[in-house]
């Protein structure tokens, strides 16, 4: 097959244009309720008007009603926002917003002084347990379902040098030595005292700005059913945060306590042990005691359900524009509260990174139980464990459209015992394994993957539901297949859709285009290979953001291919149920990556449908809006 010219663009960046149901796009707050305000320079004693501000954001909130506003001006704020209510509908929520242009950060840390050298770059500090209350992070394990500590003990307590943690040390030994690359910390609580050494290289820590964990959350409401709060414009850091698994209470640095209706927007999350936000279950008698019995997520499947699982009650969170980092469990997690939710626009990375412990549920986004759920358009990148998104159990009516994501380890996506339907459109899969595949039921749309895949079926016997409910229709092992890859690019990597060739003729495929070695699978008519095509692609960073050098063939046009459409995708043969939208209506992915226009006759391979012209890189991340 010839090659002809290489096409190249400059993309007019247009915001990715998903229409959704209403119920998933929350309206901003009403302004008919009343105003409070707080200041470093208030009183909890004022009224918490504008000229008599609230010292305290968490005095606010025992003041604020439905439809009422907290505006909080600048400073650092420690403390810990247990809101006592939300509000009543997603037109009267309480709101508690940074002043506009103003930088606010809450923090679940305090500033220590007293640190007096021991050796080396060795310094140590005794603080009075009484200091620290009813919770010590440094008295606190990490534990729970699935928390894995690779033979050693690690506390939720931390130790901060200019906002920046230090690594918990196995033992104190570790810190007779000259400090490394990754300066160390260990606590010690006895009955009465907790001394914290740590490694300040060339820093005296009572000149410099050291804090250390003291409360386990920033934001999160003690009881469950705390709805329509919105959180917005904050830096919200440093949180000493509980292990999260889908089998009890998820605590995140923010987190909505098995709720309905929050918005979390345009906020800094970082440096929470655990996680950072978290959009999941209640907590009951049950909580961390599943992780090795028979059918413990199906029974707690089965609890949550009794507790009042449903679209009525629980979800339809909005978590949009953040910038999440530094988070060592996951940037987002949520065992079955993440339902009917949007995830857009947000930045996440540096996801257990460090790598002192392991378990399941460490991904950039972990949502088990993700029914009719939107993640579009965030950028994921430099998360471990096991890597940027992983949609665990219950993936039915989701769709995760518009992402960026390179730099994951292990890989980019994971689907596990998933039956379908999902809809996986228009991302940039640019990590060494673009999916590990161990479900069904799912469509792949218009995807460019640089990574392999890997493909396992499972035996396990994992729920399927009736459409757009968390009503459970059945359990069904994983045999494999019944997946569908459309008006895909593969590039490299030998294997990729011919590993499902052994499951018979379960999978759909068309329109896919196969560079530098990678592979067809043979139920795949025409399937358009090029293995000596380089498409030389570069992800560059600059100061406006993320742009991808690509070099694309004008000759892929030539070969007609379907405009994916509900029709085209069939049902999921387990569910027998259709691909469709959280309120019934079609698909038709007739957009691409960039919300631009595609030919509907004959789309064009890939995340982009090209303009007229030659032209040179496309700037991916922010999308930026339309020209």
């Not at 003041?63 to 939300?86: C, K, N, S």
């Not at 459409?565 to 309120?583: Q, S, Y």
């Amino acid at each position: 097959m010839s090659i002809s010219k290489n096409l190249r663009w400059i993309a007019l960046c247009a915001v990715l244009a998903v229409s959704y149901t209403a119920d998933q796009t929350n309206s901003a707050e009403t302004s008919a309720g009343k105003q409070y305000y707080v200041s470093m320079q208030g009183d909890d004693t004022n009224d918490g008007s504008a000229s008599r501000p609230l010292r305290t954001i968490s005095a606010a909130g025992r003041l604020a009603q439905p439809g009422d506003v907290i505006t909080v001006r600048e400073g650092v704020y420690r403390e810990r926002i247990t809101p006592p209510r939300g509000g009543t509908s997603d037109q009267t929520r309480i709101t508690y917003r940074a002043e506009p242009g103003e930088k606010v950060a809450i923090k679940g840390s305090e500033v220590i002084k007293g640190w007096q050298k021991v050796k080396h770059d060795t310094w140590k500090v005794t603080i009075s347990n009484d200091f620290f209350g009813d919770f010590n992070p440094y008295n606190d394990l990490i534990h729970g379902d699935w928390f894995n500590g690779r033979g050693r003990k690690h506390h939720t307590g931390a130790v901060y040098l200019n906002g920046h943690w230090l690594t918990e040390a196995a033992k104190l030994d570790d810190l007779h030595q000259p400090t490394g690359d990754r300066p160390l910390w260990f606590g010690q609580v006895d009955e009465d005292n907790t001394t914290i050494h740590a490694q300040f290289k060339g820093v005296d820590p009572n000149e410099a700005g050291v804090e250390i964990n003291v409360r386990r959350t920033v934001f999160y409401p003690e009881k469950p059913g705390t709805n329509y709060i919105t959180v917005r414009g904050f830096t919200l850091e440093h949180a000493a945060t509980p292990w999260a698994p889908p089998t009890a209470e998820q605590i995140g640095l923010i987190g909505t306590h098995w709720s309905k209706g929050w918005i979390i927007e345009n906020n800094t999350i970082r440096y929470s042990i655990c996680t950072g936000v978290a959009l999941g279950k209640h907590g009951d008698e049950f909580d961390n005691t599943s992780a090795n019995t028979a059918e413990g997520y199906v029974k707690t499947i089965e609890r949550a359900l009794a507790r009042g699982w449903s679209k009525d009650n629980i979800g339809h969170h909005v978590v949009r524009s953040n910038h999440i980092s530094h988070c060592e469990q996951s940037g987002i997690v949520g065992s079955m509260g993440a339902v009917f939710c949007t995830v857009t626009g947000n930045t996440i990375h540096d996801i257990n990174i460090r790598g002192l412990f392991g378990g399941a549920e460490m991904a950039g986004i972990k949502f088990h139980g993700a029914i009719d759920t939107l993640i579009s358009r965030n950028h994921i990148h430099r998360c471990g464990g096991l890597g940027g998104i992983w949609l665990d159990w219950m993936a039915q009516g989701t769709r995760v459209t518009g992402n960026l994501l390179h730099d994951n380890a292990p890989q980019d996506l994971f689907v596990e015992v998933n039956h379908g339907p999902f809809l996986v459109d228009n991302n940039l899969f640019l990590s060494p394994r673009f999916l590990r595949d161990w479900s069904q039921g799912g469509a792949y749309v218009h995807n460019l993957a640089m990574g392999n895949v890997e493909i396992r079926p499972q035996g396990r016997r994992t729920p399927f539901h009736k459409p757009h409910s968390t009503e459970v229709a059945g359990l069904h092992n994983i045999p494999g297949g019944d997946d569908r890859f459309y008006n895909n690019i593969f590039i490299g990597h030998q294997g990729l859709l011919s590993a499902y060739d052994r499951f018979g003729d379960s999978v759909h495929a068309e329109g896919n285009v196969f560079l530098m070695g990678a592979k067809p699978s043979k139920q795949e008519a025409h399937p358009l290979e090029q293995p000596q095509f380089n498409p030389r692609v570069e992800l560059v960073e600059k100061p406006d953001g993320m742009h991808l050098r690509i070099a694309l063939d004008e000759s892929w046009a030539r070969q007609k291919r379907p405009l994916v459409t509900t029709e085209l995708l069939g049902k999921a043969k387990i569910p027998n149920a259709p691909f469709e939208r959280p309120d019934g209506s079609p698909y038709r992915i007739d957009t691409d990556y960039f919300g631009n226009k595609r030919n509907a006759a004959s789309p064009f391979p890939g995340p982009f449908e090209p303009a007229e012209g030659d032209k040179e890189v496309l700037k991916v991340w922010p999308v930026a809006p339309s020209q």
